[in-house]
């Protein structure tokens, strides 16, 4: 079982949609939780993170995190275009390691 | 403006050859990273250095060599011992002991074997 599990897509939702994102992971001790966007052929850019379980709100991305199920998940709403994108999410437990999804692509349609 | 420039952004290695990927910052962070990213994996890391002149291997170490002799710059070199180099290589960043508060990425360099 790999450590973090990621639906990779592709996802195409039209306009306007509200986006569910989800991970799955297996080490218990994880605690620091990210979500990151990659446009294609560039580097990812930091979205959110998230400590321990709970709720983050940015704008129109939302980042849950739920320990008890290792269960994380990143809802965007009034999805645009622009958030075409490929969508990792990435955890770690210590502060020199951390570990990244496979990545979900998600296609915004106008 | 602060950041990651990595270059080249496109490098072509020949069979049997060494090459270099530049990474430098100037964001003034202490830590950095080199990833690995191939297509439906997740990155992988290489190598990352919490300080100068000290650094640690990552995961997929083999084939690949890295030097920290200044705080801006961390330089990867693929080795002719790396049998698959053909990816996309990521370099990051982050101030000491935060790697939990998210990484400053660069562009990346593509690496493809002809």
Redesign the interface.
């Known amino acids: 079982q790999k450590e973090?599990e990621?639906d990779?897509g592709p996802l195409s939702v039209p306009e306007g949609a509200i986006v569910s994102l989800n991970c799955t992971y297996s080490n218990s001790a994880f605690?620091?939780f990210?979500w990151?966007r990659q446009y294609s052929?560039?580097?990812?850019?930091?979205l959110m993170?998230t400590?321990s379980s709970g709720n983050k709100e940015d704008g129109r991305f939302t980042a849950q995190v739920d320990k008890s199920s290792k269960y994380i998940s990143l809802f965007i709403r009034d999805s645009q275009p622009s958030d075409s994108a490929t969508y990792?999410c990435?955890m770690?437990a210590?502060?020199?390691?951390?570990?990244?999804?496979?990545?979900t692509s998600l296609s915004v349609i106008p | 403006d602060g950041g990651i420039t990595q270059s080249p952004k496109y490098l072509f290695r020949k069979e049997g050859q060494n090459v270099t990927l530049s990474c430098e910052q100037n964001l003034n962070h202490d830590a950095m990273y080199w990833y690995r990213q191939d297509p439906g994996q997740g990155l992988r890391l290489i190598y990352y250095s919490q300080i100068v002149n000290d650094f640690q291997k990552g995961d997929i170490a083999e084939g690949y060599s890295v030097s920290r002799e200044k705080k801006e710059s961390f330089p990867l070199t693929v080795t002719s011992a790396q049998k698959n180099p053909t990816a996309f290589y990521l370099c990051a960043s982050s101030p000491y002991l935060t790697a939990g508060y998210g990484y400053t990425f660069g562009s990346g360099t593509r690496l493809t074997v002809v």
């Open positions: 973090v990621q990779p605690q620091y990210m990151y052929r560039k580097g990812p850019e930091l993170y400590y990792l990435a770690t210590s502060y020199d390691k951390v570990i990244f999804g496979p990545g």
